[in-house]
């Protein structure tokens, strides 16, 4: 068992994960993948686990901007974390 302890810039403490990294996972047929991707079989089968998709969305500052708006002083790393961070919750 993988015990990874993980501490952003804005986390105070760290956090442990337990991932098992001795148990083989089964291999994933990668051209039946592509095939669906690209649109030539519309059948979902378990291996795809589509329903564990997650996405996340970065939020950006505009291009035009002539007056700085981060008026907390975060610098643009802390920026995306906090943005990360509001869109997880």
Known sequence: MY???IRTLLDVNYRTQEIDILT???ERNW??????LAGHNDE?????RFW???FV?????PRNT?????QSGDNP??????GIRRLSL
Do not use: F, Q
Not at 44 to 48: D, I, Q, R, V
Not at 66 to 70: C, F, L, T
């Open 66 to 70: 002539s007056v700085p708006r981060n």
């Open 44 to 48: 979902l089968t378990e291996s795809l």
């Open 57 to 61: 969305l970065i939020p950006m500052l």
């Open 31 to 36: 051209n039946y993948i592509d095939s669906y």
């Open 52 to 54: 564990r998709a997650r």
């Open 77 to 82: 790393e802390e920026v995306r974390l906090e």
């Open 3 to 5: 015990k990874p302890a």
């Open 24 to 26: 083989p996972k089964p």
